[in-house]
């Protein structure tokens, strides 16, 4: 089992570009969480994904959306990028109901 | 609201116990857990603990809370190099299909 995999590791964009990441949750889950970590800060979650619907969301602005896909991976879309959007990008699975969240290795994304 | 604060370094000689204190805002919260991140690495759940318990014990971990004072504390005992890391603690009410608030994260160092 690969587990949680993101998609790039790294990334470089410059201010205004958008940006998407990638999420494959671990074999089984079929919910997916997003979370930016500033450096220096504890993950702030962004939003979740369930049954291909945003369930719950943090306090970010539209410019971050997303995406679930059929097979359970889901995408984090973020339009008009601004530098202090630059950060870890962590996604995080589960199984609905009652089931332990496991985290990928995020994307870091750094805008320039 | 919801707010999780930690200090932000600690330094434990090698062997010996590491205590990381965490106090949360939210009398609401259902469950605390306590995550481990080292460096270039995801988020790894440690050890949670359900609003209606004081203690649990897992091996080297102890968790202590106290809902009066929304306290939260992690003993580590025979602390080892491999325990060098950020450990975060994080509040949520529905375990597994939630958002988590995570606290800023708290160094820790081993001496050798």
């Known amino acids: 089992d690969a587990g949680v995999t993101q998609s790039p590791t790294h990334l470089i964009k410059t201010r205004g570009q958008q940006v998407t990441l990638r999420c494959s949750p671990k074999?089984?889950?079929?919910?997916v969480s997003w979370y930016q970590q500033a450096l220096g800060q504890g993950p702030q979650f962004i939003f979740q994904?369930?049954?291909?619907?945003?369930?719950q969301r943090g306090n970010f602005p539209d410019r971050f959306s997303g995406h679930q896909f059929p097979n359970y991976s889901s995408e984090l879309n973020v339009n008009a990028l601004l530098l202090g959007d630059s950060a870890l990008y962590l996604c995080?699975?589960?199984?609905?109901?009652?089931?332990?969240?496991?985290f990928g290795q995020g994307t870091r994304l750094t805008v320039v | 609201g919801e707010d999780v604060e930690q200090s932000l370094f600690l330094s434990v000689r090698e062997g010996d116990s590491s205590v990381i204190n965490c106090t949360y805002t939210?009398?609401?919260?259902?469950?605390l857990y306590w995550y481990k991140q080292e460096p270039g690495a995801g988020l790894q759940l440690l050890t949670y603990i359900f609003s209606n318990m004081d203690m649990k014990q897992d091996q080297r971990l102890t968790v202590l809370l106290n809902k009066k004072d929304k306290h939260l504390s992690l003993r580590i005992a025979d602390t080892q190099t491999g325990d060098s890391a950020i450990y975060f603690c994080?509040?949520?009410?529905?375990?597994?299909?939630?958002?988590?608030?995570f606290g800023t994260g708290t160094r820790l160092t081993i001496i050798p």
């Open positions: 994080a509040e949520g009410k529905d375990f597994g299909n939630e958002k988590l608030t």
């Open positions: 074999s089984g889950h079929d919910t």
């Open positions: 995080a699975s589960c199984r609905g109901g009652n089931t332990e969240a496991f």
């Open positions: 939210d009398s609401s919260s259902t469950y």
């Open positions: 994904y369930y049954e291909e619907e945003e369930r």
